[in-house]
Nanobody, 122 residues
């Protein structure tokens, strides 16, 4: 599975962005999809995930109520709508795919995209 993330950029605090991650080479609907991020000098952290075959979602507390993850299985794409952005959301955002939720929860997804940079100015 190849993952291609896009949609990052520079935005002012309080603004919004929508990230996209297009997948190819696998049965997209069978994968649990997630977004992680890594800020400068910090470890990669979980942001949100959406399950395959049903689409249940789960969010990190830091983004709950501001970010929304969704998927379009017909387009093999997962999205991350980010509203009310804060400077602390600045990071490289990575999409990932996993066959098992447990793997994703441990940050051990099967496949990773190349990352897209989100910068939120104050």
């Amino acid at each position: 599975v190849q993952l291609q993330a896009s949609g990052g950029g520079l935005v002012q605090a309080g603004g919004f962005l929508r990230l996209s991650c297009a997948a190819s080479g696998g049965t997209f609907s069978s994968y649990h999809m997630g977004w992680f991020r890594q800020a400068p000098g910090k470890e990669r952290e979980f942001v949100a995930r959406i399950s395959g075959y049903g689409g249940s979602t789960y969010y990190a507390d830091s983004v709950k109520g501001r970010f929304t993850i969704s998927r379009d299985d017909a387009k093999n794409t997962v999205y991350l709508q980010m509203n009310s952005l804060k400077p602390e959301d600045t990071a490289v955002y990575y999409c990932s795919a996993a066959k098992r939720l447990g793997s994703m929860s441990r940050g051990e997804s099967d496949y990773w995209g190349q990352g897209t940079l989100v910068t939120v100015s104050s």
